[in-house]
């Protein structure tokens, strides 16, 4: 017991020290957001603008252009999350519920598919949207968005199945119920929460995606909000330094605003199936 203190302590201090490494870049976008173009010059020296301004924030927003990048990634990432929710549901109640042969193989190959990296097959999906004909076209970003995130969302739901007592679904059979009505009708329902947490976890996840968009689309209208900060930063200059800041802002701000207010049911949703079989 005495040994637990400074154990504690020390475990506090490590921890400290990854949310400095991670909150220090975002304190110092909000320091560079917050200047005018001239104390942009002065660097680590004004970390603490003397004249702070929301100036740069409101140059952002009522940009007609910045909100139509906006747009494109609220879209693409909505309907490539739901995609993924939709695709993986059936696979998920299928490993949960049915036995067959092969299942934990079936389970553990999802799995490393999700370790392969998007760069992996972007090049080689690249000529084949070429050659169908489906480049620039959101449909084909949301159909490479929700291949992206069907491994990892079937792993969640698949956790929120088991916690669904068999009985249930027993009873619902007994009354008559098919197996896909049983699952449409009165499992799904249950597993609400769990398909909410797959959902919006894919859209924090489609939100952030930048290879994917980058490669495929290249009209200036259809970049989502990731691609159009990257080319923007490719043309800025010491002066427009604020601006590229606050945009970083705006983009961001959504997704910790999302994890934030949910992280309940995404930790649920993460763990809920670790002790279970």
Request: aromatic content about 10%.
């Amino acid at each position: 017991m005495r040994g637990g203190r400074p154990a504690d302590i020390a475990t506090y201090l490590a921890l400290m020290l990854v949310a400095a490494f991670f909150v220090g870049p975002l304190l110092w976008l909000v320091s560079l957001a917050l200047r005018t173009s001239a104390e942009v010059y002065r660097g680590a020296a004004a970390f603490i603008p003397d004249h702070p301004t929301l100036a740069n924030f409101r140059q952002i927003l009522n940009d007609p252009a910045f909100a139509i990048y906006l747009w494109n990634g609220v879209k693409l990432s909505v309907l490539g999350a739901a995609l993924a929710v939709i695709c993986a549901a059936p696979a998920a109640y299928a490993f949960s519920r049915l036995s067959f042969r092969g299942r934990g193989a079936g389970l553990w190959l999802i799995l490393a598919v999700q370790m392969i990296s998007p760069l992996v097959i972007l090049i080689p999906l690249y000529r084949y949207y070429d050659w169908l004909g489906l480049l620039e076209n959101h449909m084909a970003v949301v159909a490479v968005y929700g291949a992206i995130g069907i491994p990892l969302t079937v792993w969640l739901l698949r956790a929120g199945f088991h916690r669904i007592p068999v009985e249930i679904e027993e009873a619902a059979r007994l009354d008559g119920y098919s197996r896909l009505e049983t699952m449409v009708l009165v499992t799904l329902p249950l597993a609400a929460p769990s398909l909410a947490a797959a959902f919006v976890l894919n859209v924090v996840m489609n939100w952030g995606q930048f290879l994917v968009p980058f490669i495929l689309l290249s009209s200036d209208p259809k970049w989502p909000i990731s691609v159009a900060i990257y080319r923007f930063a490719g043309s800025t200059n010491a002066s427009t330094t604020q601006l590229l800041a606050a945009a970083c802002l705006v983009a961001l701000v959504p997704a910790i605003v999302v994890f934030l207010a949910l992280q309940r049911l995404l930790t649920r949703a993460l763990t809920g199936g670790a002790l279970k079989g």
